[in-house]
Antibody
Framework: EVQLVESGGGLVQPGRSLRLSCAAS????????MHWVRQAPGKGLEWVSG????????GYADSVKGRFTISRDNAKNSVYLQMNSLRAEDTALYHC?????????WGRGTLVTVSS | EIVLTQSPGTLSLSPGERATLSCRAS???????LAWYQQKPGQAPRLLIY???SRATGIPDRFSGSGSGTDFTLTVSRLEPEDFAVYYC?????????FGQGTKLEIK
């Protein structure tokens, strides 16, 4: 059974940092690109960043470029999102998802709240 | 950045009716990289259609996708009660990958 389990979310003050993790199981992790997609409360989906099978970057949304960094560890079947200089507008449920060309499985997400 | 505009914003229909959802791109999108997702409240999105017209695993054949270039369509031939949800189109051919703003399909 495919599973993607996100962790690391929480309440953080503006300007601070947070690192999200996504643990994958049930598929050959290094065969797939991985992505982070966020959803602000009551809003739509926003692609944040993606990373290829061998850690080649697939880019960042303009809204997070220069502040967020995606990485993966194929030995640990995990993908990460380092989030620096957090802003109130980064408040969202952060999902990881797998796939290239489309995202065929999504995790349930981890909630990040940026507030003083 | 490729902007995807979905219409209508909300679609009110009854079970058994046909639903037609539109996704228009600000520039041409390769059909190979146009997908549709369904999201129900409190759930993660679910892939319905990839490559503009291919159904994902386990998706009923009442869901179909079509289109090319800048105009894409998701059709639900006969609505079932479980189909009422929010639908998003997405392009992942050009970074940054982008989603449409969503169409809410609600029960009339």
């Amino acid at each position: 059974e495919v599973q993607l389990v996100e962790s690391g979310g929480g309440l953080v003050q503006p300007g601070r940092s947070l690192r999200l993790s996504c643990a994958a199981s049930g598929f050959t992790f290094d065969d797939y690109a991985m992505h982070w997609v966020r959803q602000a409360p009551g809003k739509g989906l926003e692609w944040v960043s993606g990373i290829g099978r061998s850690s080649a970057g697939l880019g960042y949304a303009d809204s997070v470029k220069g502040r967020f960094t995606i990485s993966r560890d194929n030995a640990k079947n995990s993908v990460y999102l380092q989030m620096n200089s957090l802003r109130a507008e980064d408040t969202a449920l952060y999902h990881c998802a797998k796939g290239f060309g489309s995202f065929d499985f999504w995790g349930r997400g981890t909630l990040v709240t940026v507030s003083s | 950045e490729i902007v995807l505009t979905q219409s209508p914003g909300t679609l009110s229909l009854s079970p058994g009716e046909r639903a037609t959802l539109s996704c228009r791109a600000s520039q041409s999108v390769s059909s190979s990289y146009l997908a549709w997702y369904q999201q129900k409240p409190g759930q993660a999105p679910r892939l319905l259609i990839y490559g503009a017209s291919s159904r994902a695993t386990g998706i009923p054949d009442r869901f179909s996708g079509s289109g090319s270039g800048t105009d894409f369509t998701l059709t639900v031939s006969r609505l079932e009660p479980e189909d009422f949800a929010v639908y998003y189109c997405q392009q992942c051919g050009t970074s940054p990958y982008t989603f449409g703003q969503g169409t809410k399909l609600e029960i009339k």
